[in-house]
């Protein structure tokens, strides 16, 4: 990085001079408001679905069934694991280096152990006879399915965030000076969780 | 029209030429970089947005060369297609156009010209260019994002590019790909293949232009400089703003639409899908509905239309503006009829549906909110009329498409009020009234906004000037050619001929347009064959054309005060501030007849107004600050 910024606007590119000086008018850092954004978009994302499926289910022939018992438990874990990405941004605030190793880890594993609920899940509607497609499928099983399923495609994107993070936590990047990165991703993973959180309540009520 | 060459010479506002001269040479060379950073994978907003528009100028020829040969069938059916035959090989049978390709070109048409041009090309071409130039920004909030929105957007065109060439033709049931037309590959050809390159191609575009919409946000709400407070940014800026903040709200519905198509047509599920019979055979399908994809995909695709028109009517504000050398004519209405237009555009996706058995009240109600559209449009369209009365005009090519875009908006948008009448809408929905409809007000409108953005901002781009006999040329071939392609479509319309035909010929009652529409069609080659004087014209001048000044439209927004040929970082030195909105043409008592916005007004007190005169110890400070701590946010 450079700190000498006036003088070199001549050079043809360099990346850190733009982000130096660049003069924010609001305080907000932009990154974080580009996350801001795409928590945006992807509520209207899941937004579309959730209206589909208001409007499906208003005209008739929809096929009532129990949600799968392990959503209960994969909705406590999805909220554990946004406890300890918490922990993890408050452990990099205090440059507590080791606690915020192990906050991110366990992060990172309970959101795998996660995902692999969620697929149970669906094994266990398959048990009960509701499928994806085919011809015994009715749209209020596929919605099932596909909100799960979109969900965990955000989740994807979310543990491409975490893997990032984790390369900077172990190569030093991340600290109390240093927490944009690990904001950012605290801030989506929270907002995976509470997405999750809505469509496991919206689905019990408009089952 | 030579006062638009006025020279640097004669600009007082000497400071708008940019600081730091003498650090010329220091240390070049080591940080020279590579042609494929620099050219292609850039990650400046300033190449990027050459990237869009070449891009949007070429896929602009193909979508125009498809109409071409669609209005070669419209217009004369009886024609003989072989010699086609070495362009279009299979798609010509028994020296005829084959009908499953017509449907193909006219889906392939609308998809390219409503996406890939006046989308992608438009916006991506002139937020990218203008946000950071325009609201004194080194670049945008992410040029990594940024550089990524192009190339998906590059991958997206290379595939939907590649639908076209395939055995079974690319996707053909309607830039609306309507279910369960495009969900059953039984149903025709181009549902096959070609509707999944279409679904793939779209889903990558879709997340090409939310990386540019979030940059765009991002950038007008954290990076403007000092002094640029919201009401003193150009409307270019407030256009392409709401934009990008429509694009964010509807394109994910189009995505979420278009999975569970894809879904639908590949995994067995039953969205959109019931109670259908193929060759009497039943389908598996059962339980979906065809009008939810239509609730969803009009949910994006009315926003969608002002998201390629909003761009252009901030072009053209800003162009009208500064060539009729008077302040725009009510800058705050025009914020606040674009932010009402942004909001209803959301509330009446409904109107494209009148008659798919909505409840009769439903429709009222959406008939009613859609009328209200007008309102805001009207004052649009009177605040461009009341800035160019008694102004001091000069007619530049972007000045005239811009008059042109007004005349357009206010042509079309009148139909518009037309079909927004649920009754009416029974009688001339999916007609050539509705086809007439839309590609004045969107079609043309939005093209000649980006006509007007090329002409205009061509020497900022370039560092030259584009030639301007061949400009007016261009105009009025093109002014002329649109309303006599589009303006006959309505009474094709109105006697209810439907959109989308192959061919009217094969009943001689429906024989009787048969003249209107080769006259359409000759029009149509014509306005076609114009655009390749811009073509050339373009291509011409980015090598060849007249060198620019720093200003030559004696403009006021802050592009004008960056070099000629911006590097990257766009300005020498320290960005400059703002001390006033881009609107002061012809102040009274001032010597020259604009001011641009980087003038302080401590320079300019035989022009100032009492409250003006106020600001100015405010600005001092500003500027004290500035120069204290040129890196500080404000
Ligand atoms: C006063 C303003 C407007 C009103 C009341 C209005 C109303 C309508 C209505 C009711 C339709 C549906 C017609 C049908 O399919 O039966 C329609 C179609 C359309 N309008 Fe407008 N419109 C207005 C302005 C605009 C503007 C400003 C644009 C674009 C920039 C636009 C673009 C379109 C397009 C693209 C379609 C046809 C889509 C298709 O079916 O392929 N309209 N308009
Ligand atoms: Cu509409």
Redesign the pocket.
């Known amino acids: 990085m450079k700190s000498d910024t006036t003088a070199n606007y001549q050079q043809p590119y360099d990346g850190a001079l733009v982000t130096e000086e660049a003069a924010p008018v609001l305080s907000m850092h932009p990154k974080k408001f580009l996350m801001w954004l795409i928590i945006v978009s992807s509520i209207m994302v899941f937004a579309a679905f959730t209206s589909a499926y208001l409007v499906r289910r208003g005209e008739g022939n929809w096929l009532t069934f129990e949600l799968p018992p392990i959503f209960y438990i994969s909705s406590v874990v999805i909220v554990l694991s946004s406890v300890t990405m918490h922990w993890a941004y408050y452990s990099a605030s205090k440059d507590n280096l080791l606690s915020l190793k192990i906050a991110i880890l366990l992060t990172a594993v309970l959101g795998l152990l996660f995902t692999y609920m969620q697929v149970q899940g669906w094994q266990q509607l398959v048990d009960v006879g509701v499928y994806f497609g085919g011809k015994d499928s009715n749209p209020a099983g596929s919605f099932v399915y596909v909100l799960t399923a979109v969900h965990i495609g955000h989740l994807a994107l979310a543990f491409g965030l975490l893997v990032i993070i984790l390369y900077r936590v172990f190569t030093y990047q991340v600290h109390a000076k240093n927490l944009a990165a690990i904001e950012i991703c605290t801030t989506f993973w929270h907002f995976l969780g509470a997405m999750w959180l809505y469509l496991f309540v919206f689905l019990l009520v408009n089952h | 029209m030579a006062t638009q060459d006025v020279h640097a010479a004669t600009l007082d506002h000497a400071h708008a030429a940019g600081h730091g001269h003498d650090h010329h040479d220091d240390h070049d060379e080591h940080h020279e970089q590579s042609f494929i950073r620099k050219y292609v994978f850039s990650e400046d907003h300033k190449i990027i947005a050459k990237q869009f528009l070449i891009t949007g100028l070429l896929w602009a020829l193909l979508g125009g060369a498809l109409s071409m040969l669609f209005r070669l069938q419209l217009g004369f059916p009886n024609m003989d297609w072989t010699w086609l035959k070495p362009v279009l090989g299979n798609w010509i049978v028994d020296n005829k156009l084959d009908p499953n390709f017509y449907l193909a070109m006219v889906t392939m048409h ?1 998809t390219i010209m ?1 996406f890939f041009v006046l989308t992608a090309g438009l916006s991506g071409t002139f937020s990218n260019f203008l946000i950071p130039l325009q609201v004194g920004a080194r670049d945008m909030a992410s040029g990594f994002l940024n550089m990524l929105s192009y190339w998906f957007f590059f991958i997206s065109s290379a595939l939907m590019l590649i639908s076209l060439f395939i055995e079974t033709g690319p996707a053909s049931g ?3 790909i309507y279910p369960p037309l495009s969900a059953l590959p039984q149903a025709m050809p181009g549902s096959g293949m070609g509707m999944t390159l279409w679904l793939t191609s779209m889903a990558i575009f879709i997340a090409s232009s939310l990386l540019g919409s979030i940059n765009y946000i991002s950038t007008v709400i954290n990076l403007r400089t000092r002094g640029m407070t919201f009401t003193r940014m150009p409307l270019t800026i407030w256009a392409f703003f709401l934009t990008a903040v429509i694009g964010i709200l509807s394109f994910p519905v189009l995505f979420s639409a278009a999975l569970l198509l894809i879904f639908d047509r590949s995994f067995g599920t039953s969205f959109y899908l019931s109670e259908i019979y193929i060759n009497g055979q039943p389908l598996d399908n059962m339980g979906g509905s065809p009008i939810l994809f239509q609730h969803l995909f009009w949910f994006l ?1 009315h926003p969608e ?2 998201i ?2 909003l761009p252009a009517l901030g072009i053209t504000s800003e162009v009208i503006a500064t060539m009729s050398r008077k302040p725009i004519f009510g800058y705050r209405a025009m914020i606040g009829s674009m932010i009402v237009i942004a909001f209803l555009s959301f509330i009446v996706w409904a ?2 549906m ?2 798919t058995g909505m409840n009769p009240f439903l429709g009222t109600i959406f008939m009613f909110l ?2 209200i ?2 309102v805001p ?1 009207a004052v649009k369209a009177f605040n461009y009329i009341t800035t160019l009365w008694r102004g001091n005009i000069i007619f530049t090519p972007a000045m005239l498409f811009s008059i042109g875009l007004v005349s357009l ?1 206010i042509s ?2 009148l139909t ?2 037309a ?2 009448n649920s009754a009416i ?1 029974i009688q ?3 007609t050539y009234f ?1 086809v007439a ?2 590609h004045l ?3 043309s ?2 093209f000649f906004g980006m006509m007007a953005g090329v002409y205009h901002w061509f020497p900022k781009m370039f560092g030259r000037m584009m030639n301007e006999k061949l400009g007016y040329i261009h105009f009025w071939m093109t002014f002329a050619g649109v309303y006599l392609v589009f303006f006959p479509m309505h009474y094709i319309g109105i006697s209810g001929f439907p959109r989308r035909y192959y061919s009217f010929t094969s009943y001689d009652t429906f024989n009787m347009y048969q003249d209107l529409n080769s006259f359409i069609s000759v029009a149509a080659i014509i306005t076609f064959s114009s655009q390749l004087i811009f073509g050339f014209n373009f291509f011409y001048s980015i090598f060849r054309g007249r060198r620019a000044t720093q200003n030559p439209w004696l403009s006021n927004s802050l592009e004008w005060t960056a070099p000629i040929n911006a590097g990257h970082g766009n300005w020498v030195g320290a960005i400059p501030n703002v001390y006033r909105w881009p609107y002061d043409y012809s102040k009274p008592g001032h010597a020259l007849d604009y001011i641009p916005q980087n003038v302080p007004h401590w320079e300019t007190v035989e022009s100032n107004l009492d409250h003006e005169n106020d600001l100015i110890a405010f600005e001092r400070e500003m500027e004290a600050e500035a120069l204290a701590d040129p890196q500080s946010a404000h």
């Open positions: 609308g409503v309607g830039w609306v695709g239309v002002y390629v028109l109107h494209h009148f008659v859609t009328l559209i007008a449009s908006f079309g948008g518009g009020i079909l927004g809408d001339l929905h999916d509705v409809h839309f007000v969107m079609g409108a939005s």
